[in-house]
C-alpha cells in the first residue's frame, strides 16, 4: 500500500494491473472493469479506473480477506 496526502491507498490503478499481469493498456481497463462489477454486484462502491488490491489479490493469486 502506498501514501497519497497521509492517506493509505489500497487499490490498483489500470497502469499496475498492466505491469503486474504484463498485459495492454485496454486488458487492463477490461480487468478492472470486471472485477469493479463483480464487487458492485455485491454491493460495494468501486472508482472507475481503480480496484481493490485486495479484491484483484485475492482473485488474481488466491490471497484471502476482505475487500477494502
Known amino acids: 500500500e502506498s501514501e497519497k496526502g497521509g ?3 489500497s487499490y490498483y490503478t489500470h497502469k499496475e494491473i498492466q ?3 504484463k498485459v ?3 486488458k487492463a481497463y477490461k480487468i478492472i472493469r470486471e472485477l469493479n462489477k463483480q464487487l458492485e ?3 460495494y462502491i468501486t472508482i472507475r479506473g481503480r480496484v ?3 479484491y484483484f489479490n485475492e482473485k488474481f493469486y488466491d490471497v484471502g480477506g476482505g475487500y477494502n
Open 7 to 9: 492517506i493509505k491507498v
Open 52 to 54: 481493490s488490491k485486495k
Open 24 to 26: 495492454s493498456s485496454s
Open 19 to 21: 505491469q503486474i499481469l
Open 41 to 43: 454486484d455485491m454491493g
